[in-house]
């Protein structure tokens, strides 16, 4: 069975922003969208920047801050083609601490 870890504390990450955090062995990049926390690989599959420094649009969108390739931040599916995806990691609020799971979300 996976576990949680926290990362932050609610407020930590300013909405519509990333933050970078060390989950188990991974780096993930975490985004406050609306109040609503999300979870993805932090390294960019094209060359390997960090994806919590990137912008994230309205609609979830967060893109690299090297290249412009662009991700969502709700399953980690890569917008120029959709049969390519990084991980996407389970987030949850528990008091005022946000937890991620530590093993991404599997894909179906």
């Not at 912008?55 to 980690?76: I, K, L, N, Q, R």
């Amino acid at each position: 069975m996976s576990e949680f870890v926290t990362v932050a504390r609610v407020g930590a990450i300013a909405e519509g922003q990333g933050e970078t955090f060390q989950v188990g062995e991974r780096l993930v990049a975490v985004f406050n969208r609306g109040g609503e926390y999300f979870a993805i690989d932090d390294l960019c599959p094209h060359m390997g920047a960090s994806l919590g420094a990137g912008y994230m649009d309205e609609e979830g969108v967060v893109t690299c801050p090297w290249h412009a390739w662009h991700f969502s931040v709700c399953d980690g599916t890569w917008c120029d083609n959709p049969r390519i995806k990084i991980d996407a990691f389970e987030t949850r609020v528990v008091g005022d601490e946000i937890q991620v799971r530590t093993t991404p979300t599997k894909v179906e």
